[in-house]
């Protein structure tokens, strides 16, 4: 776990947390909105990476950076580009060194930086390891300024409501703190807005042109809603959104069944993708599907209230 910065906190704590900060000490939170140095075992930083599928073309933001293992071993072995945050300028000025040391101090550096206050925009992935109450102190901003398909990868914590796309628990012999040295690994891909009303004109199966509206409702990846065409509205199915990719069922059509499979790209007010007719007994019909955002909803999860958080008892 990786030291950060609360910049709301009062001169006189902030003195004491610099110096703790120096002592380096695996201890618990000094102050609320901090969170200790512990450092990520090895086999856990390879595997967060290995689920966040890094590849050469990706920019990793390490919050809270630590010694830099994480930053620097994406860019080591996969030939990543990123830079890590932290409070304690003795681990950055070590992160540094040793990224020099790897041969790869031109694509890993590291920042004396307050988390609340880094510019996340130019990440493809995220990587923190962070107390609960600071998951969910970023949240908002991990949500709000991270491009859709951005792959966030937390160690131990999980960020509340928002469910992770993928959770595991993993052995951590080179853990320093718990009895039972495991570790959780939490996996999420930042949701487009999908909510609002969307509207198209299609002539599906060659027969006469109808015009759609799709209903959605959204909570962070999760979405749900209604699809609508001369009057019968149905609800979709099988609904799933993974980045800026949204597909769903519908079945339109009782008096002839069939299964509607929609999957498309949302890009800003548009969606650009293909529907599949598929009717039993018949060869499956495809053809493309383009939609305009015409109501704009705002996700269920940006209207969460600000989460109530207890600092730790001294």
Known sequence: MN?????????????????????????????????????????????????????????????????????????????????????????????????AKAGVADRAVFYERDIYETDLSPASVVTIYLL?????????????????????????????????????TMDAPGKTVGREKKSKVFYWVVPARASGKWRWRSAADGGVARDFELALTQMFQKVEGTLSVEGKTVPIEEAKLVGETLSFVARLDTSS??????????????IEGAVRTVRAGATPQQQSWSAARTEIWEPRHFALPA??????QQ
């Open 3 to 99: 030291r950060i910065f609360n910049s709301a906190v009062c001169a006189p704590a902030l003195a004491a947390l610099l110096v703790a900060s120096l002592l380096i000490a695996p201890a618990r939170a000094q102050d609320y909105g901090d969170t200790p140095y512990v450092q990520t075992p090895q086999n856990v930083v390879d595997k967060m990476l290995d689920v966040a599928k890094i590849g050469a073309k990706d920019y990793v933001i390490d919050l809270g950076s630590g010694d830099g293992r994480m930053v620097i071993t994406a860019a080591q072995r996969y030939g990543a580009k990123g830079f890590g945050v932290d409070l304690d300028r003795r681990l950055v000025t070590l992160s540094n060194r040793l990224a």
């Open 307 to 312: 989460p109530t958080l207890v600092p730790p």
């Open 132 to 168: 609960p109450e600071v998951n969910l102190m970023m949240r908002p901003k991990l949500l709000a300024m991270l491009k859709p398909g951005t792959r966030v990868v937390s160690h131990d914590y999980g960020m509340g409501e928002w469910t992770p796309d993928l959770t595991f």
């Open 257 to 270: 069944p069939a299964r509607y499979e929609f999957n498309g790209r949302i890009i800003n007010h548009a």
